[in-house]
């Protein structure tokens, strides 16, 4: 709850804070001298800074136990259930560039951002594998995220502006190093040298419409979309070496969920003109999604001994379940005008 409110006070700073600046009659930045190619003016910049984000993935899919037998034998033990996974609050840093070209109030502009790559901390409220209560936590390694976008906006009065564009993100990184309170998984994997590991991919696809009012040192973005597109994949993968080379014992399980919702993102920059046509940037954004809708959740068992398959087991569950992800970010830009 208390992220939303962060966002929205940035979506009405965005709003408020331009007139307040034209209030106070601090210098126009839109009067840069600069060059223009054709009639074209060409602004390229590079932008800085730092980002927090968090996501929380929930899909309570019903639990599908395996085939019972002696506890521990053949994995007959194991059964899969639910995900509600959390990648906790972590900050990155952030690059972007981006090129923008400006003709008799109407512009296109393309950008490319990354985030560097670090781990965090995630948590699972529950096993799959097991499906019990007990909390799982993991390290989130090898943590990777990209954005493309494109667009474009129009004047439409004075210094207000429609902007439209689309905006395609990636975000992925590997599970490890499960711990959970009563240590159960420690001890498989200190008498059994199992394998526990998983991946997290999410695909973000975001056509999004705004408003964005300036003119003056601050410029206020709001954009907004009820169409955006999450497609999240998650397999958790179990191997248990039961005598090596001998007996083995695989499990997968895979979470897909592809839906769409609600994306709300407030932008907001402060710009200090040093020459006719360099200028720097100090900048926020509040950025707020939620998809709800249905998963599935499919499950495999395989058994070998002797590199030859006795036992397999499968099983699919569906449910509905959500994503959330919010994005805090603020750093610095440097533009040049041509």
């Not at 526990?196 to 964005?212: C, N, T």
Request: glycine share 14%; aromatic share 14%.
């Amino acid at each position: 709850m208390r992220y939303r409110v962060i966002v929205l006070l940035a979506v009405v700073g965005a709003l408020l804070v331009p007139s307040i600046g034209a209030g106070q009659g601090l210098p126009s930045f839109q009067g840069w001298d600069g060059y223009y190619l054709e009639g074209v003016q060409v602004v390229p910049s590079v932008k800085i800074g730092y980002q927090l984000m968090a996501v929380n993935i929930n899909l309570p899919v019903p639990t599908n136990p395996a085939l019972v037998g002696i506890p521990g034998l053949w994995g007959f033990f194991y059964s899969a259930g639910g995900l509600d996974l959390k990648l906790q609050k972590t900050g990155f840093w952030t690059g972007e560039v981006r090129l923008e070209a400006r003709r008799n109030g109407v512009g296109v502009f393309a950008a490319a951002q990354g985030l560097t790559r670090k781990s965090a901390d995630v948590l699972t409220s529950s096993e799959p594998f097991w499906a019990g209560n007990n909390p799982v936590s993991w390290r989130g390694s090898r943590i990777e995220g990209w954005t493309l976008e494109g667009g474009g906006s129009v004047d439409v009065w004075n210094d207000l502006a429609v902007v439209a564009g689309f905006r395609a993100e990636h975000l992925s990184f590997n599970l490890t190093g499960p711990n959970d309170p009563t240590g159960l998984i420690g001890d498989y994997h200190g008498e059994y040298g199992d394998r526990y590991s998983a991946d997290l991919q999410i695909k973000f696809q975001e056509p999004y419409i705004g408003l964005r009012v300036g003119g003056l040192n601050y410029t206020g973005a709001l954009i907004f979309s009820p169409y955006m597109w999450a497609n999240v994949k998650i397999p958790f993968r179990y191997l248990t070496v039961w005598t090596p080379s001998v007996l083995y014992n695989y499990e997968d399980a895979r979470y897909l969920f592809k839906r769409n919702g609600l994306l709300l993102e407030a932008n907001l920059d402060y710009r200090v003109r040093t020459t006719s046509n360099f200028g720097c940037e100090i900048w926020l954004k509040g950025k707020w999604c939620r998809i709800r809708g249905g998963g599935d959740e499919d499950y495999q068992l395989d058994t070998t001994f002797l590199n030859a398959s006795v036992f397999s087991y499968g099983s699919s569950s569906s449910g509905a379940g959500s994503l959330t992800s919010y994005v805090l970010a603020g750093g610095l830009t440097f533009l040049y005008a041509f």
